[in-house]
Each structure stands twice: as structure tokens, then as C-alpha cells.
């Protein structure tokens, strides 16, 4: 599956962004999809994660209340909604598909085998 990434951008501290990511192919509906981010000089860190059918979701302390993330499998498309950013959210973001096969959920880089280009995300203060 070949993923893109879109929706990045300049806010202020307090705005909101919406990311994209459209994948390609057939079969989007059957991978775990979740997002990252990577701040400059920092790793990439997990973000939020979605199960196939969109029901359950996943998110990281230092987001959580504030992002959702969502998909659409008749659009092959995965969402991030981001409130209340802040100066600390600024990073380049990517999604990711992962084929886990688990019972909780993939956090980690290794478990997602299919990566988007990422799309700057930057919160003035």
C-alpha cells in the first residue's frame, strides 16, 4: 500500500489542523492504521492508531483529548483531527499501516511496515 500524507501548516498555539493520509490499493480496509511524529533533534514517536474497522481507537498520553483520529474505508483515507495545539506539537507527522494481527495495538515503528511521506506540522506560540 503506498500512502500520502497532507493537511500540514502553520497554526497558532489554540488552532486546530486536520491531517489526511489517502492510501492506494485495495485492501486499506485491512491494515491497522496509525500516525507519528518526529520533532527535530527527537525520534519518531506514536501518536494515534486506528483498528480496520474504525471502532477502536489509540492515542498517546501527551495527545490524547486533544487529536482523533478517524478513517474511511470506502475512501481509503485515515484523518488526524488536532485541537489545542500547542508549540510542543510542532513535528513533521507521517502515517503508517501496519498489518499487527494483535490484541492490543502497534506503537512501535517496527510494527508498521508502510510509511507516507510526512507533512510539517508547526504551532507558533
Known amino acids: 500500500v503506498q500512502l500520502q500524507a497532507s493537511g500540514g501548516g502553520l497554526v497558532q498555539a489554540g488552532g486546530s489542523l486536520r491531517l489526511s493520509c489517502a492510501a492506494s490499493g485495495r485492501t486499506f480496509s485491512s491494515y491497522f492504521m496509525g500516525w507519528f511524529r518526529q520533532a527535530p533533534g527527537k525520534e519518531r514517536e506514536f501518536v494515534a492508531a486506528?483498528?480496520?474497522?474504525?471502532?477502536?481507537?489509540y492515542y498517546s498520553d501527551s495527545v490524547k483529548g486533544r487529536f482523533t483520529i478517524s478513517r474511511d474505508n470506502a475512501e481509503n483515507t485515515v484523518y488526524l483531527q488536532m485541537n489545542s495545539l500547542k508549540p510542543e506539537d510542532t513535528a513533521v507527522y507521517y502515517c503508517a499501516a501496519s498489518a499487527y494481527a494483535g490484541t492490543t495495538y502497534p506503537s512501535q515503528e517496527y510494527e508498521y511496515g508502510y510509511w507516507g511521506q510526512g507533512t510539517q506540522v508547526t504551532v507558533s506560540s
Open positions: 486506528i483498528r480496520r474497522s474504525g471502532v477502536f481507537t
